[in-house]
């Protein structure tokens, strides 16, 4: 099948929406999200805010993209990680995911920000969401890890009993579908265990341990290996 070449106005198209991607970006780490404006963005490219309008027709256009786009790469990188370890690997699979995402959130602090911190004053999101499928991925993907460690994990768990009903409506569906022997202590798992894995994570991005450690990411790796060794989850070949 012959290849597809992108025409040079394609091209040129491409890379002018990557750097409005990247400008805006820029303006929300130096004055925040309400930094994010078309106009604002063809100030910095030398572009009327018409010619922006024919990238992005509103400023949620945008928005909505940036998500959709940081979103992905997250996502991306979290499976690329966790698909480096082998299947059998509940542990390492677990603490690979873990790892890339905090990797993910130091190298790209406003994408983090973006998908999981400051709203931005007066965005509307289209209906179902900025990024329904990224989400879902890093919903199944997560869910998978708990699912192929809870085996090793069910009998660490409390005595608290789970219902269906304590939990979203989507969530116990994307559980049920995918993984229809978990039960609802699968699901109070999972939560815990993104808990466990975004709150240093988000301390860091928002500089709440620059003056208490000097190796964050030391500090992270204990956290995830002290979460595995409470669920009784080996890792394989785990490094000290």
Known sequence: MKEVVPSRRERLRAETSREIKAIALKLMAE??????????????????????????????????????????DLVDQMEAARDSKREDDAGGRLLAWGEAFREWAVANPQGFRLIYGDPVNGYQPPEGGAAPEAERRACIGLAGLVAAAWPDAEPAQSNVHHRWSDFDPSLVAVFRESFPGLPPAAVALSLRVWGR?????????????????????????????????????????RRS
């Open 31 to 72: 004055s925040g999200p309400d930094g994010i404006s078309l106009r604002a963005i063809a100030r910095e490219m030398g572009m009327t805010a018409g010619a922006i309008y024919g990238y992005f027709a509103t400023r949620d256009d945008l928005i909505t993209t940036l998500i959709s786009d940081v979103y992905t």
């Open 197 to 237: 894995m975004h709150g240093p994570v988000a301390l860091e991005i928002y500089g709440h341990f620059a003056a208490q450690t000097q190796h964050p990411a030391k500090l992270y790796r204990a956290e995830l290996l002290d979460l595995l060794a409470a669920l009784r989850i080996p890792v394989s070949g």
